[in-house]
């Protein structure tokens, strides 16, 4: 059976990148009808941030990908966490002790300061010298001492990836890393080998920056006698040619594209088809569009660039379709930030919103003709195309409060017969209701849309005060 893991460290933060890798782990589990595991790699303790794993499994859960095993917390599946299974680390890394492919290095931090500032470019092995007996006594002394992996001195390694084919590495440009740190924790470069083969792992789907390291890894498999994953490198999203997406660059991250108000599901549309194409033309597809037709076979080897503006066209169509009342939920923490508590029909505004914000932030701009009537100025009347000004406006005043005072039915037609009685073009009389009502050149729809989005009351009174200050 396929399993696939993610396995992110907790910084506070997932980047896209960081939620793209667990999408291909989720979709290529999914579509083997596999487990998809999370894992929490908690063992730099230093970098860890307060809340992150919560921040984690909700923008898991919002992007649509749940995992299927782990301890139970609180009556569901919790994440691995490896920082709760130091144990099961130590009781490997004495195998290996046993078995010469780990040794016990005391060095101190000033001995390696100088070896690196002598010019080695790797740990010189000074430890690996030491004899059994001494190693004990120090050990019993309190020395604090690190486990390093014993990595050979000659010779290369060749493993094959399902994305860049087969890689070789010399093991003399590998350094023999720590696996245990001082304080008993694990590294990464331990960690990652114990648990993918104890949590049966088949597939390791990761950041192209582990391509060069996994010789390393596939020692330690070897040593221990386990069977090697097959292994999926991936390229990252790059901001342009030459920089990749990053933190830095201020929305790399999940929730912030949702604070921006793009769908999650959008997104992670989106972010599929950057480093994979389903082989045909197709650019929305749904999750279980994308499951179905997810394969290893179609992850690009050159890296992607992400472009805001196609993530926008793509959210924009998702969009236009969801049922208005959804739509109009997503819409109402918008409105709480940029147009609360204002007098109007919030529902009709969310169905003449709909069709014209591509994300929900669009909102802002949108709505900004709510606050535009108060004394607006009234050269506002004049439209070159429409040949109206304000004196054409003041003449027609009257009859617009009257039609409005009629209510909304029929409107429409009622404003086209008062233009016909008067020799003019629907359009100047329309501009010059848009106008009057809101004090806005662009609304989204036009008079009588706006009618019934203010109602008839506010209207009329908006009218009437217009006609005051243009002076009839
Ligand atoms: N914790 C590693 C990271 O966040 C995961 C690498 C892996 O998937 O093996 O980069």
Not at 55 to 83: C, H
Not at 155 to 172: A, I, L, P, Q
Not at 432 to 445: D, F, M, Q, S, V
Request: net charge negative; charged share 30%.
């Amino acid at each position: 059976m396929v399993r696939t893991r993610f396995a992110p460290s907790p910084t506070g933060y997932l980047h896209i990148g960081g939620l793209r890798t667990a999408l291909y782990a989720y979709l290529f589990a999914r579509k083997n009808g596999g487990k998809f595991i999370l894992r929490i790699e908690d063992t730099d303790q230093n970098r860890e941030v307060a809340g992150a794993v919560d921040v984690i499994i909700s923008a898991l859960a919002k992007a649509g990908m749940d995992y299927d095993e782990g301890p139970i917390v609180g009556g569901a599946y919790g994440p691995y966490v490896q920082s709760e299974r130091k144990e099961i680390y130590l009781e490997y890394a004495k195998k290996l002790l046993d078995s010469g492919d780990a040794y016990c290095c005391f060095c101190s931090k000033e001995r390696l300061e100088d070896l690196h500032k002598s010019g080695a470019t790797k740990y010189d092995k000074h430890c690996m010298k030491l004899g059994k007996a001494e190693v004990e006594r120090r050990i019993a002394a309190g020395e604090p001492y690190v486990i390093r992996q014993n990595i050979p001195e000659s010779g290369t390694s060749t493993y094959h990836d399902e994305v860049f084919g087969d890689v070789t590495v010399d093991f003399k440009d590998l350094e023999d890393n720590i696996l245990i740190k001082s304080d008993g924790m694990p590294t990464y470069n331990f960690a990652n080998v114990i648990d993918d083969h104890l949590m049966g792992i088949t597939h390791c789907i990761r950041g192209v920056e582990y391509l060069m390291s996994t010789p390393k890894y596939n020692l330690l498999y070897d040593a221990l006698g386990w069977e090697r994953p097959v292994y999926i490198h991936l390229q990252p999203i790059m901001r342009d040619a030459t920089h990749k997406l990053s933190k830095r660059d201020g929305d790399a991250g999940f929730e912030d594209f949702l604070a921006k108000g793009f769908l999650p599901h959008a997104i992670v549309n989106y972010i599929a088809l950057l480093g994979w194409n389903p082989k045909d033309n197709r650019e929305k597809l749904s999750m279980q569009e994308l499951t179905d037709c997810f394969s290893i076979e179609g992850l690009q080897r050159s890296s992607s660039i992400f472009d805001e503006t196609k993530m926008r066209w793509l959210n924009s169509l998702y969009i236009k379709e969801m049922p208005t009342d959804e739509f109009h939920a997503a819409a109402a923490p918008f409105y709480d930030k940029y147009c609360p508590d204002r007098n109007i029909d919030y529902r009709y505004l969310s169905e003449l919103l709909q069709p014209r914000v591509e994300i929900l932030s669009d909102i802002k701009e949108k709505t900004a003709f709510l606050d535009m009537f108060d004394g607006f100025d009234l050269e506002l009347f004049v439209n070159k195309k429409w040949k109206t000004d304000a004196a054409l406006a003041a003449s027609l005043m009257d009859e617009l409060v009257a039609e409005t005072e009629k209510g909304v039915d029929g409107l429409g037609e009622r404003l086209n017969a008062v233009a016909e009685s008067r020799g003019l073009k629907k359009g100047q009389v329309l501009w010059i209701y848009r106008i009057a009502l809101t004090g806005a050149a662009a609304t989204p729809g036009g008079g009588e849309e706006m009618v019934k989005l203010f109602g008839v009351d506010e209207c009329v009174k908006r009218l009437r005060s217009v006609k005051t200050r243009l002076g009839k």
